[in-house]
């Protein structure tokens, strides 16, 4: 059965995507907030019969000093290091918030893990499930 354009209206107005009855292909989900602490840890692992797609990243410095952020996108029995990094070594300056968007896969059974050079970097991390 088609969607009405009254049925596509409302769902714009409430967020929602509703083309083709795709809403649920389309739903977002936050996958991590925090704090970083100053050494690598898993923040989100992915289920093993689903993939993570990653579509956007905050990270907000809230001290008065420049801190670095680390965050890797780990395969299943990989470890985290500059050849999975999304981002490394980046420089976010004091009370200064870095926005990524974007589309990056994390596959089934691997991990997002990241780390600070110091305390005080609060960062969320949004995407999809499927």
Request: hydrophobic fraction near 45%; proline fraction near 0%.
């Given at each position: 059965?088609?969607?009405?354009?009254?049925?596509?209206?409302?769902?714009?107005k409430n967020?929602?995507?509703?083309?083709?009855?795709?809403?649920?292909?389309?739903?977002?989900?936050l996958?991590?907030?925090?704090?970083?602490?100053?050494?690598?840890?898993?923040l989100y692992t992915v289920s093993s019969t689903s993939n993570a797609y990653v579509t956007d990243i905050c990270m907000c410095n809230t001290t008065a000093s420049a801190l670095t952020?680390?965050?890797?996108?780990?395969?299943i029995n990989d470890t985290a290091s500059a050849s999975n990094a999304i981002f490394y070594?980046?420089?976010?300056p004091a009370y200064s918030?870095?926005?990524?968007?974007?589309?990056?896969?994390v596959v089934s059974g691997g991990t997002i893990q990241a780390y600070a050079s110091t305390t005080g970097c609060a960062l969320s991390i949004s995407g999809r499930i499927t």
């Open positions: 059965m088609a969607t009405s354009l009254g049925d596509i209206l409302s769902a714009l967020g929602v995507i509703a083309i083709n009855n795709l809403a649920s292909a389309y739903s977002f989900s996958l991590y907030r925090g704090s970083l602490g100053s050494a690598y840890s898993t952020v680390y965050i890797s996108f780990v395969s070594n980046v420089s976010i918030t870095l926005q990524w968007t974007g589309n990056q896969v």
